[in-house]
């Protein structure tokens, strides 16, 4: 026990805390500059000195930890003059530009300066004169302001670990910039204006345009663009969000947030949001009135159903519904419609993933809390570049790997470069063979648990390639294979990091298996990425075809009974048709009509082309969206959704976690299952809702998973898996798991060319990021990363226009030469109007029912002539 | 009084582009030498500087890429240091000491004379890309005063004349 005196007081503590946690502890505020409680204790302002007994000099409280007895002074005399001295050094270059400072009224200088004074220095020569950088387009460096407390590099480096800025010079004569010295070439997380002290960097977002103390209101909630769920807070006047911010005492986020968290929200202020409902006459899309839209759904389904049967009616639903929106649309669907046609994106690999997991491991296997995987001993990564597709979740990763935690990579490292100790780059199909591989060499190495016999039947039972023929296929040497299995088999209790890219593809169900065999060697806790934040919530909501909104499987028939008795309605009986499936139905005509809330099929899904041939054999499509997608034009009824922030609902994330979104401003429109509930009740089915904590309670009652939540109750963040149900008990089928044959893999792969895949992006996400004038900002257009030697083959250069081609089509896309990939794989984006989608294949994997996003076999030329790329798409706004 | 002079290693070679085998192999070394990465920061530097005269953008990223650290961290530790040279040099490098010692003995002649025979002021080079001229503070050769260093060659008690005869003998 430590006892310390603080300012007359005494108080106790455990463990040596800094003085100024102690004089916290104490209720006594030390001012400060360079210390944020994010980062890690500096000492380099000397701001917080204070007096400690029998210590001549004073001391810095935010780096000095407490020894037992000590007697600390934090306002004597000499303190404040100290500090008074301090601040006016730090006045002789700071140029009290305070009238046009975005920082003003939430600047610690200005309120240390109010405090302490003196407002100006003794100091009579000039002051340093720097102009302002506005070469970036979205974050603006005033080298004037900077006090150099260094609060953005340290969190740049050790936080964010994108290591992007840093100090040039010495002396007066230093300032802070990247590596450029004008624009940024970062992951614009802007963690980095958040925790300047000052105005010396600040966002371009709202330039000129926020001022504090003029905000409106501050809204907790909870970020739309990935499935980590961070928190915010959203600052909002005139009906407006000005700015979105994190708070370090909130949520699983601590404080951080990404590009998409931290810019992405000026996609609820995009010009072209939809705001009135559209119809389809004479070919043409006019504005109509609710009633019109509504009345038009209801007959033309009708119709439908009474011709071709309820099962030729079908709906999607987008990974950005909230739970209440999902809910209603299953609830819909099976009760007004009659029919279980209803998936959701999370159906291609996000779902199939966890349920082969949970179907094979035990149920909640993925649910396992992100801040676990900075203390795991070892991490695997496949599938997916976490820092780009959940860069919160990503950071973990990076400190675990700065705390010497082993992670290994296979795919393209992406922002996990400098952090994996080995990456390996190959095709998918060398992918399945790479893994049975290492399966098979760990199995030697560990010994099996005797948990699961059917798992460890297969394990046992199938024939890996021979170690030769796998390192030939995957570009690696044996020893790099041994190496890795060897490095795996040490970890006691590794992170297994899944993205939907070894979901999506031939040989995604054998991937899963060898996962799902590795997880159990390895005694792994399993993350499956999530590229939306309400992927989890819409499969719990029982938007599957062949699950019910209580978590279980409909085709189960107490359990389909209980779910109809609870509901009032009458459930089929059958499985309906998964998204893939769906989209194949309406390719060949079965599908007549189709509901799609907030998902953009013509951007989403692989073969672009292909699914422009389904949506123009629908008879009637209804798009239900905040704005006019590609999928949209071929609507016949197009209805305007709400964004996040414009209603109240909750989001489910990746860990399971359930967190409440709410309202922060009024949007132009009708929450999603009003709408929904004004079309049931044309069927006879009221749905009576008043509000979504209404719909909440209904799901608490119908799900075994969410039972006894309440909409309030989960508003604290900290309602997760397995929340009050505890884990369902219903049985683990693993018939149907056949034993991988590796062979034919290898025999059919026929992966001899080039093989595209796609590059999950940093500073876009699905359709929302492509309504976000800042996100674009910083990536205008789609681009091919493509290795060194294919590079140098094709005598390509940065920025050069590559001609992508398959049989299904070809685009042009900028090149981005990068030294990692091997000549036989390059990466693509997806993209609007020219991503890698509208040149893969439809192919279905028929067991994950998963749609492939890679293609092998591609042709890449040089393009000569310059390609104007971005249409306008305003032009394509039709009607309105 | 007699001209001093003692030569430095190896000459500087400039107008260099693609990295020579011979730097890899040094850098490789380097790194090889310590066990932590960035302390084989500054002598990479110096090493890159020996090779190229200066530390272009693209030099301090080859560095960061050869040694694993950032590149933002080169250019910090580059930029700290006032020996690293950041723009273009010419072929020859004269840095010509002011500091007291060589002050009183007479520098500001030799400045003079690089003024007016070279057209050559402080941190400037020249025309032809013959010479650039850096001022230096106190070389730690006060007893030799002035005097001062060109490319890796040190010379002391200069004068007027003894100036002119050796940058005569840099081309
Ligand atoms: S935005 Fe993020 S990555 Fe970029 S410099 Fe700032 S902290 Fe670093
Ligand atoms: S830019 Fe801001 S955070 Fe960075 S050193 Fe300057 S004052 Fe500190
Ligand atoms: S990590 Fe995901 S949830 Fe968090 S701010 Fe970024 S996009 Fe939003
Ligand atoms: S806050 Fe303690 S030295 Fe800066
Ligand atoms: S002052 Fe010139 S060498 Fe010391």
Sequence with gaps: ?880 | MREISITGGEPLTRKKTALSNKILRELNDLKRKYDNERFSLLPALYLFQREYGWLSAEALEKVGEILGVPKTTVKSVSTFYAMFRHKPMGRHLIQLCTNVSCMIMGCERLTDILKTRYGLGPNATTHDGRFSFLVMECIGVCDIAPAMVVDTDLYGNLTEDSLIGILERYE
């Design chain 1, 1 to 880: 026990m430590i006892t310390i005196t603080i300012d007359g007081k005494k108080i106790s503590f455990e463990r040596p805390v800094t003085i100024l946690d102690a004089a916290r502890a104490a209720g006594i505020h030390i001012p400060t500059l360079c210390h944020h409680d994010i980062l890690k204790p500096y000492g380099g302002c000397r701001l917080c000195l204070v007096e400690v007994e029998k210590v001549p000099k004073l001391q810095t409280a935010c780096s000095q930890y407490v020894s037992d007895g000590m007697v600390v002074r934090t306002e004597t005399e000499k303190v404040v003059d100290a500090r008074r001295a301090v601040l006016e050094f730090l006045l002789i270059n700071h140029p009290l530009d305070c009238p046009h400072c975005d920082k003003a009224g939430e600047c610690e200088l200005q309120d240390l300066a109010a405090k302490y004074g003196p407002a100006m220095g003794r100091f009579a020569e000039g002051k340093r004169r720097y102009p302002e950088n506005l070469e970036d387009p979205l974050i603006v460096r005033n080298r004037e302001r900077c006090i150099l407390c260094l609060r953005c590099v340290r969190m740049c480096d050790d936080v964010q670990g994108a290591s992007a800025l840093s100090v040039t010079g010495r002396g007066s004569k230093s300032y802070i910039e990247p590596f450029s010295g004008g624009a940024y070439d970062c992951e614009y997380c802007g963690n980095c204006l958040a925790v300047c002290p000052v105005g010396a960097i600040t966002s371009r977002t709202h330039r000129h345009g926020f001022r504090p103390w003029l905000m409106e209101k501050e809204v907790e909630t909870v970020c739309s663009y990935c499935g980590v769920g961070c928190s915010l807070v959203l600052q909002v006047r005139n009906n407006s969000v000005v700015r979105s911010v994190p708070r370090s005492g909130l949520g699983l986020n601590r404080g951080l947030l990404c590009s998409k968290g931290r810019f992405g929200y000026d996609c609820l202020n995009y010009g072209d949001r939809l705001d009135a409902p559209l119809m389809r006459r004479n070919g043409v899309l006019e504005r109509v009135t609710w009633t019109e839209a509504i009345n038009c759904i209801a007959d033309r389904m009708k119709e439908i159903k009474r011709e071709n049967g309820s099962d030729a009616i079908a709906g999607i639903v987008s990974g950005r519904c909230t739970n209440e929106d999902a809910y209603v649309f299953q609830k819909f669907f099976r009760g007004a419609i009659g029919t279980n046609n209803i998936d959701s994106v999370a159906g291609m690999a996000y779902g199939p993933a966890q349920r082969f997991f949970e179907k094979i491991l035990v149920q909640g296997v993925t649910a396992n809390p992100i801040q676990g995987i900075s203390d795991s001993d070892g991490i695997f990564v496949i599938g997916g570049d976490p820092t780009a597709i959940n860069p919160v979740l990503g950071l973990q990763v990076r400190s675990a790997s700065k705390k010497g935690v082993p992670v290994i990579v296979v795919g393209h490292p992406g922002g996990l470069k400098r952090y994996s100790k080995r990456a390996f780059i190959m095709n998918s199909a060398a992918e399945t063979v790479f893994l049975a591989a290492l399966v098979d060499e760990i199995k030697r190495r560990r010994p099996l648990p005797g948990e699961r016999p059917v798992l460890e039947e297969i394990i046992n039972g199938f024939r890996p390639a021979p170690l030769e023929d796998a390192s030939k296929m995957s570009g690696f040497g044996p020893n790099d294979l041994v190496d890795t299995a060897h490095a795996l088999s040490n970890m006691s209790r590794p992170s297994i990091i899944i993205g939907r890219d070894i979901v999506q593809t031939d040989t995604g169900h054998m991937n899963l298996l060898f996962l799902a065999a590795l997880t159990y060697l390895l005694n792994g806790r399993i993350y499956l990425l999530s590229e939306l934040p309400n992927e989890q919530g819409v499969l719990d909501m029982g938007c599957q075809p062949d699950m019910l909104p209580s978590g279980r499987p409909l085709t189960v028939e107490t359990f389909r009974k209980r779910c109809e008795e609870t509901l009032g309605i009458i459930i089929p009986p059958a499985p309906g048709l998964s998204y893939a499936e769906m989209t194949e139905a309406a390719h060949e005509g079965r599908i007549k009509a189709l509901y799609v809330m907030g998902e953009d099929m013509v951007l989403g899904l692989p073969d672009s082309n292909y699914v422009r041939g389904a949506l123009r054999n629908i008879e009637f499509l209804v798009v239900q969206d905040r704005f006019f997608t590609e999928t949209a034009k071929y609507a016949d009824v197009v209805l305007p959704a709400l964004s996040w922030a414009e209603k109240e609902g909750s989001y489910t994330n990746l860990e399971r976690r359930i967190q409440l979104t709410r309202k922060a401003v009024e949007g132009e429109s009708i929450e999603e299952w009003k709408v929904i509930s004004e079309i049931s009740k044309t069927f006879g089915l009221h749905m009576g809702y008043r509000s979504a904590a209404d719909i909440f309670s209904e799901i608490a009652r119908v799900s075994q998973i969410y039972r006894e939540l309440t909409l309030e109750g989960i508003a604290d963040g900290k309602s997760v898996w397995p929340y009050r149900g505890g884990p369902l008990r219903y049985d683990m089928h693993t018939e149907g798991t056949k034993l991988p044959d590796i062979v034919s893999v290898m025999e059919e792969s026929g992966m001899s060319g080039v093989h595209v895949r796609r590059e999950a992006h940093l500073f876009h996400s699905q359709n929302a990021s492509r309504y976000s004038p800042a996100l674009l900002s910083i990536t205008p257009e789609p681009h091919l990363k493509i290795g060194d030697i294919l590079a140098d083959r094709l005598s390509v250069k940065d920025g050069d226009r590559v001609k992508v081609s398959t049989d299904a089509g070809s685009i042009v896309l900028s090149a981005r030469r990068d030294p990692c990939l091997p000549d036989n794989v390059v990466l693509a984006s997806t993209f609007d109007g020219g991503g890698i989608f509208e040149i893969t294949k439809w192919r279905v994997n028929p067991i994950t029912k998963a749609p492939a996003s890679d293609v092998n076999g591609v042709v890449i030329d040089k393009e000569e002539a310059i390609t104007v790329l971005h249409k306008d798409r305003a032009d394509s706004l039709v009607g309105g």
